[in-house]
């Protein structure tokens, strides 16, 4: 079992940065897959990134690509998502994922571990 716990949430101004990061805990963080999601009110919860066990192979959404940046520490079984030149429409709860095997994955149902969550809130 993996315990994901995100943190880095907050309100920013449209233009502005937030470093998002998932420390994971419980087995070995360096064999998984990872990657965030987003969910705004009243929508789906949507892919956002996603980033290999090794950091080699790296995806993005095409709403977030040139502006977001998914990375990873597996000395500190951490993932990190930098966000820069945030957009209102960025605002959702976006929570990290953790897959069981070492290949990225852009759907929503390859991820069997998932955090509860942070608030990004962008105003305008």
């Known amino acids: 079992q993996v315990q994901l716990v995100e943190s880095g949430g907050g309100l920013v101004q449209a233009g502005g940065s937030l470093r998002l990061s998932c420390v994971a805990s419980?087995?070995?963080?360096?064999?998984?897959?990872m990657g965030w999601f987003r969910q705004a009110p009243g929508k789906e919860r949507e892919f956002v990134a996603a980033?290999?066990?090794?950091?080699?192979?790296?995806d993005y959404a095409n709403s977030v690509k040139d502006r977001f940046t998914i990375s990873r520490d597996n000395a500190k079984d951490t993932v990190y998502l930098q966000m820069n030149s945030l957009k209102p429409e960025d605002t959702a709860v976006y929570y990290c994922?953790?897959?069981?095997?070492?290949?990225?994955?852009?759907?929503?149902?390859?991820?069997?571990?998932w955090g509860q969550g942070t608030q990004v809130t962008v105003s305008s």
């Open positions: 994922a953790g897959r069981s095997s070492g290949g990225i994955a852009t759907v929503r149902g390859a991820y069997v571990y």
């Open positions: 419980g087995r070995t963080f360096s064999n998984y897959a």
């Open positions: 980033i290999s066990w090794s950091g080699v192979n790296r």
